[in-house]
């Protein structure tokens, strides 16, 4: 997608334990993937392991996170699925959590059958073999927060 610019505002309590606002722009990792055409996603937030409230964790650092978290951690992401985009088939070890914001996206649980998503739908899904496809003339935006866990 193009010009594809989400602002975040990340909001943290200081070691003082007073809130401020940390960071207000443009996310520092807005990436796609290889592998996926038309499949772009915004790192929120991340955290690799259990974070703290009382210590400001500024997730902008230079090098981009791993894609998945490891068990116990944590993703939050902003996703365009552009008209066409096509995940293959795939597996995770994560509870994927996802709200579909606008457009439409096509779910396809393995073994389970297809799904049509719209906005305001919600997905939760502990390591399901799942595909996505956005099979309509719109992006697809959706929130989508994935949990590192164990097997």
């Known amino acids: ?25 443009a996310p520092r990792h807005v990436f796609s993937l290889p ?9 929120l937030w991340h955290a690799d392991g259990t974070p703290k409230i009382s210590t400001p964790n500024d997730p902008d650092v230079e090098t981009q996170p791993a894609l998945l978290p490891n068990a116990g951690g944590i ?10 985009a096509k995940m293959a088939m795939h597996q995770t070890d994560t ?3 996802v709200v579909i914001v606008s457009g439409e996206l096509r779910l396809e649980i393995e073994g389970a059958g297809v799904v ?17 496809e956005n099979c309509g003339t719109e992006p697809c935006v959706a929130i989508v927060f994935l949990v590192g866990a164990a097997t």
């Open 35 to 43: 592998a996926v055409p038309g499949f772009t996603l915004a790192e």
């Open 75 to 84: 993703r939050a992401r902003l996703v365009i699925h552009d008209p066409g």
């Open 1 to 25: 997608m193009k010009d594809f610019s989400p602002r975040r505002i990340l909001a943290v309590r200081g070691p003082d334990g007073k809130s401020r606002i940390l960071r207000d722009g």
């Open 116 to 132: 049509m998503l719209e906005p305001g739908d919600s997905v939760v899904q502990p390591g399901a073999r799942h595909s996505w």
């Open 95 to 97: 509870i994927d959590v």
